[in-house]
Protein backbone atom coordinates (compact mmCIF):
# COMPACT_ATOMS: atom_id res chain seq x y z
CA UNK A 1 0.00 0.00 0.00
CA UNK A 2 0.97 3.52 -0.39
CA UNK A 3 0.86 6.92 1.25
CA UNK A 4 -1.87 7.92 -0.90
CA UNK A 5 -4.21 5.30 0.55
CA UNK A 6 -2.77 5.79 4.36
CA UNK A 7 -3.15 9.18 5.04
CA UNK A 8 -6.92 9.46 4.22
CA UNK A 9 -7.65 6.16 6.22
CA UNK A 10 -5.00 8.12 9.00
CA UNK A 11 -6.90 10.98 8.62
CA UNK A 12 -10.39 9.02 9.30
CA UNK A 13 -8.97 6.84 12.43
CA UNK A 14 -7.86 10.25 13.72
CA UNK A 15 -10.95 12.04 13.63
CA UNK A 16 -12.62 8.38 14.87
CA UNK A 17 -10.73 8.43 17.76
CA UNK A 18 -10.96 12.44 18.49
CA UNK A 19 -14.94 11.97 18.58
CA UNK A 20 -14.67 9.41 20.94
CA UNK A 21 -12.91 11.77 23.12
CA UNK A 22 -14.77 15.32 22.13
CA UNK A 23 -18.08 13.83 22.20
CA UNK A 24 -20.19 15.49 19.81
CA UNK A 25 -23.33 16.96 21.89
CA UNK A 26 -26.35 16.87 19.48
CA UNK A 27 -27.45 14.21 16.29
CA UNK A 28 -26.45 16.93 13.91
CA UNK A 29 -22.37 17.00 14.96
CA UNK A 30 -22.52 13.27 15.10
CA UNK A 31 -24.23 13.01 11.72
CA UNK A 32 -21.52 15.69 9.99
CA UNK A 33 -18.57 13.82 12.07
CA UNK A 34 -19.67 10.76 10.20
CA UNK A 35 -20.02 12.38 6.84
CA UNK A 36 -16.81 13.58 7.40
CA UNK A 37 -15.45 10.29 7.71
CA UNK A 38 -17.14 8.41 5.20
CA UNK A 39 -16.07 11.46 2.61
CA UNK A 40 -12.30 10.91 3.59
CA UNK A 41 -12.39 7.17 3.42
CA UNK A 42 -14.17 7.65 -0.28
CA UNK A 43 -11.17 9.80 -1.64
CA UNK A 44 -8.67 7.98 0.02
CA UNK A 45 -10.52 5.02 -2.08
CA UNK A 46 -11.23 6.38 -5.14
CA UNK A 47 -7.10 7.75 -4.98
CA UNK A 48 -6.04 3.80 -4.37
CA UNK A 49 -8.26 2.54 -7.64
CA UNK A 50 -6.91 5.51 -10.15
CA UNK A 51 -2.67 4.40 -8.61
CA UNK A 52 -3.51 0.78 -9.02
CA UNK A 53 -5.62 1.58 -12.96
CA UNK A 54 -2.14 3.72 -13.80
CA UNK A 55 0.43 1.47 -12.57
CA UNK A 56 -1.26 -1.59 -14.51
CA UNK A 57 -1.19 0.95 -17.48
CA UNK A 58 2.31 1.17 -16.99
CA UNK A 59 3.08 -2.81 -16.58
CA UNK A 60 0.99 -3.40 -19.92
CA UNK A 61 3.05 -0.71 -21.75
CA UNK A 62 5.70 -2.19 -20.54
CA UNK A 63 4.99 -5.91 -21.25
CA UNK A 64 3.55 -4.89 -24.96
CA UNK A 65 7.11 -2.65 -25.14
CA UNK A 66 9.42 -6.00 -24.38
CA UNK A 67 7.00 -8.21 -27.03
CA UNK A 68 7.67 -5.80 -29.52
CA UNK A 69 11.49 -5.72 -28.66
CA UNK A 70 11.63 -9.91 -29.07
CA UNK A 71 9.49 -9.77 -32.09
CA UNK A 72 12.15 -7.09 -33.52
CA UNK A 73 14.88 -9.13 -32.43
CA UNK A 74 13.12 -12.18 -33.81
CA UNK A 75 12.67 -10.61 -37.44
CA UNK A 76 15.90 -8.98 -37.69
CA UNK A 77 17.09 -12.69 -36.90
CA UNK A 78 15.41 -13.80 -40.21
CA UNK A 79 16.68 -10.93 -41.97
CA UNK A 80 20.11 -11.64 -41.38
CA UNK A 81 19.52 -15.31 -42.21
CA UNK A 82 17.77 -14.15 -45.65
CA UNK A 83 20.77 -11.90 -46.68
CA UNK A 84 23.01 -14.60 -45.67
CA UNK A 85 21.33 -17.37 -48.00
CA UNK A 86 20.64 -14.54 -50.38
CA UNK A 87 17.18 -15.49 -50.62
CA UNK A 88 14.92 -12.82 -51.97
CA UNK A 89 11.19 -14.88 -51.08
CA UNK A 90 12.13 -15.16 -47.37
CA UNK A 91 13.95 -11.47 -47.40
CA UNK A 92 10.59 -9.96 -48.63
CA UNK A 93 8.10 -11.38 -46.39
CA UNK A 94 10.65 -11.06 -43.30
CA UNK A 95 10.79 -7.29 -44.31
CA UNK A 96 6.85 -7.23 -44.40
CA UNK A 97 6.95 -8.79 -41.08
CA UNK A 98 8.93 -6.29 -39.84
CA UNK A 99 6.66 -3.54 -41.25
CA UNK A 100 4.17 -5.44 -39.04
CA UNK A 101 5.90 -5.44 -36.03
CA UNK A 102 6.54 -1.93 -36.64
CA UNK A 103 3.07 -0.90 -36.75
CA UNK A 104 2.34 -2.85 -33.47
CA UNK A 105 5.50 -1.18 -31.91
CA UNK A 106 3.76 2.54 -33.12
CA UNK A 107 0.58 1.94 -30.76
CA UNK A 108 2.67 1.25 -27.41
CA UNK A 109 2.04 4.24 -25.51
CA UNK A 110 5.59 6.36 -25.06
CA UNK A 111 3.88 8.38 -22.12
CA UNK A 112 3.42 5.23 -19.84
CA UNK A 113 6.86 3.91 -20.61
CA UNK A 114 9.46 4.89 -18.11
CA UNK A 115 13.20 4.48 -17.88
CA UNK A 116 15.02 1.66 -19.49
CA UNK A 117 11.75 0.48 -21.11
CA UNK A 118 11.12 3.97 -22.64
CA UNK A 119 14.81 4.46 -24.10
CA UNK A 120 14.45 0.86 -25.54
CA UNK A 121 11.47 1.70 -27.28
CA UNK A 122 13.06 4.88 -28.98
CA UNK A 123 15.74 3.14 -29.97
CA UNK A 124 14.17 0.30 -31.70
CA UNK A 125 11.75 2.13 -33.24
CA UNK A 126 14.49 4.16 -34.56
CA UNK A 127 16.28 0.70 -35.80
CA UNK A 128 13.53 -0.38 -37.42
CA UNK A 129 12.22 2.66 -39.51
CA UNK A 130 15.87 2.15 -40.17
CA UNK A 131 15.72 -0.75 -41.31
CA UNK A 132 12.72 -0.79 -43.81
CA UNK A 133 14.13 2.38 -45.45
CA UNK A 134 17.49 0.41 -46.24
CA UNK A 135 15.47 -2.35 -47.41
CA UNK A 136 13.06 -1.03 -49.56
CA UNK A 137 15.20 -0.56 -52.65
CA UNK A 138 16.91 -3.90 -52.28
CA UNK A 139 16.30 -6.32 -54.85
CA UNK A 140 17.04 -10.01 -55.58
CA UNK A 141 20.50 -8.48 -57.49
CA UNK A 142 21.58 -6.30 -54.89
CA UNK A 143 24.49 -6.04 -52.20
CA UNK A 144 23.30 -8.63 -50.12
CA UNK A 145 26.49 -8.46 -47.77
CA UNK A 146 26.12 -4.89 -47.12
CA UNK A 147 22.53 -5.74 -45.58
CA UNK A 148 23.75 -8.65 -44.21
CA UNK A 149 26.55 -6.15 -42.02
CA UNK A 150 24.12 -4.07 -41.48
CA UNK A 151 21.49 -6.56 -39.49
CA UNK A 152 24.60 -7.85 -38.38
CA UNK A 153 25.80 -4.79 -36.44
CA UNK A 154 21.80 -4.53 -34.92
CA UNK A 155 21.89 -7.64 -33.55
CA UNK A 156 23.79 -6.96 -30.67
CA UNK A 157 22.26 -3.95 -29.84
CA UNK A 158 18.52 -5.20 -30.04
CA UNK A 159 19.76 -8.23 -27.93
CA UNK A 160 21.30 -5.69 -25.37
CA UNK A 161 17.87 -3.63 -25.02
CA UNK A 162 16.24 -7.24 -24.33
CA UNK A 163 18.78 -8.01 -21.71
CA UNK A 164 18.65 -4.51 -19.86
CA UNK A 165 14.91 -4.45 -19.43
CA UNK A 166 15.58 -8.09 -17.84
CA UNK A 167 14.00 -9.55 -20.61
CA UNK A 168 16.99 -11.97 -22.50
CA UNK A 169 15.79 -12.69 -25.91
CA UNK A 170 15.09 -16.42 -26.88
CA UNK A 171 17.35 -18.96 -28.41
CA UNK A 172 14.67 -19.26 -31.22
CA UNK A 173 11.98 -17.12 -32.43
CA UNK A 174 8.07 -17.54 -32.12
CA UNK A 175 7.99 -20.01 -34.79
CA UNK A 176 11.12 -21.50 -34.65
CA UNK A 177 10.39 -25.32 -32.99
CA UNK A 178 13.45 -27.02 -31.55
CA UNK A 179 15.92 -25.02 -33.83
CA UNK A 180 14.07 -25.32 -37.46
CA UNK A 181 13.77 -21.97 -38.89
CA UNK A 182 10.52 -20.93 -40.46
CA UNK A 183 12.60 -20.43 -43.91
CA UNK A 184 12.23 -22.98 -45.81
CA UNK A 185 14.79 -22.03 -48.45
CA UNK A 186 17.32 -24.32 -46.32
CA UNK A 187 15.63 -27.77 -46.82
CA UNK A 188 16.37 -27.25 -50.86
CA UNK A 189 19.58 -27.28 -52.45
CA UNK A 190 21.08 -23.87 -51.88
Same mark, same amino acid.
Given at each position: ?????????? !????? !???? %? $? /???????????? /??????????? %????? =?????? =? #????????????????? %?????????????? %???? /? /???????????? #?????????????????????????????????????????????? $??? *??????????????????? !????? *? !????? $???????
Amino acid at each position: MDLKFWVPVG !GTVLM !GVAI %W $F /VNPASMESWAAC /VQAAGVLLAIG %WSVRL =QNLHAN =Q #GSRQAAQVAVVFAANMH %WAFRELNDACIKRS %WTDF /V /VNRRILDEILSQ #GREVSLPMLEGRTLAMMSDLRAIGVEALELTLPHTPEGNWRHLQSY $FDK *RLPNIAAWLIATGNPPEAN !GPTDY *R !GLRTS $FSQLGPL
